[in-house]
């Protein structure tokens, strides 16, 4: 446990660092932060901080720079987390509310996100892999098209457009209805395709290739919104900070861009009591990641904990501004998201 003067006197270093990317001297810290103590006395304190690994000196006769366990400590000591003015909090309910549906929604969130924090932002669809199928429709669209609606318990409807190549009966259709609803209604979507097994025997053999493709496609459904999905935006505010990400730049759009990386960083992130999460440096132990910091929070639908958004960048960050950003727009996304 460093004693109190020192820690003000690490605040002091991140802050000057973060804000003018050059090492702090004891001299400029006693004129900007009005220590009441002289030079030689916050050079002893610089001295603990440094044994204690908490900044470092990057070279001779430089001022120092915190090191990732110096952020850390930055970070764990924050007493509160810079509030939002009102007018961006009004800009962001107005922002997020103008959505129109979920993709919508999040394609504004993480847009919304990146342009507050400067970093790279990301959103998580929400996961659909333990909803439950509410409802199913099959509609007609004309004699040889079909439209298949597939409904859960957390309102998420997802539809595609089915072109037979043939003419129909719509009765067909409606018997088709009324057979999936009976077998799947509420069960879970990772459920769907073991109970649609042999589905297509339930109907004469000259009707069975339209049974077959409407199953087929209600499958695809289900199986492309279980899967994980992420929206990134902001790719060049890390372009602009390339310099801070050393030799991972190249390596940190590669996984931008594969996004397995990104999704597995954000699954292994858990908010504390207050909500946010921060991953620094070498926190990561990930290849690529030493240069960075994550800030992640989760957000809800219909109260229930549904997925999580973030920013990733250098670790020279501003870290209260973007943890409250990233805690203001996940409370926003919940509440629009409530049913």
Request: net charge negative; aromatic share 6%.
């Amino acid at each position: 446990m460093i004693p109190e003067r020192s820690a003000e006197v690490l605040r002091a270093i991140v802050e000057d660092y973060i804000a003018n990317h050059e090492p702090v001297g004891s001299k400029a810290l006693v004129e900007r932060h009005g220590f009441d103590v002289s030079a030689a006395t916050i050079r002893n304190d610089m001295a603990l901080l440094e044994e204690s690994e908490l900044i470092a000196q990057p070279h001779t006769s430089s001022g120092r720079i915190p090191t990732d366990k110096g952020y850390r400590l930055f970070v764990d000591r924050l007493n509160e987390v810079k509030p939002l003015g009102a007018g961006e909090r009004a800009a962001i309910e107005t922002f997020l509310t103008d959505g129109a549906d979920l993709d919508e929604t999040l394609s504004r969130t993480v847009r919304l996100l990146s342009q507050l924090t400067n970093q790279l932002a990301m959103v998580q669809y929400p996961t659909l892999g333990k909803a439950l199928v509410r409802s199913i429709e099959v509609v007609p669209v004309n004699e040889t098209r079909a439209l298949v609606i597939l409904i859960t318990d957390a309102n998420r409807i997802e539809q595609h457009v089915i072109d037979f190549g043939f003419s129909y009966e719509s009765q067909m259709l409606v018997e088709m209805r009324a057979k999936f609803n009976s077998l799947l209604v509420g069960s879970p979507l990772a459920a769907v395709q073991a109970k649609l097994q042999d589905f297509e025997l339930e109907f004469a053999p000259d009707r069975r290739k339209l049974a077959l493709d409407v199953m087929g496609n209600l499958v695809d459904l289900v199986d492309a919104n279980r899967t994980e999905r992420l929206l990134v935006a902001g790719s060049a505010n890390l372009a602009r900070r390339e310099s801070e990400l050393g030799n991972d730049f190249s390596w940190l759009l590669d996984a931008v861009e594969s996004q397995v990386v990104l999704l597995k960083l954000l699954n292994e992130l858990d908010s504390d009591a207050e909500g946010i999460a921060v991953r620094i440096g070498r926190e990561h132990q990930l290849d690529g990641f030493a240069n960075t910091t994550v800030v992640v929070s989760g957000y809800q639908a219909e109260g229930i904990p549904a997925a999580k958004l973030g920013v990733l960048g250098p670790t020279r960050m501003n870290y209260s501004a973007n943890m409250s950003s990233v805690m203001a727009v996940s409370s926003y996304l919940s509440k629009l998201l409530e049913g």
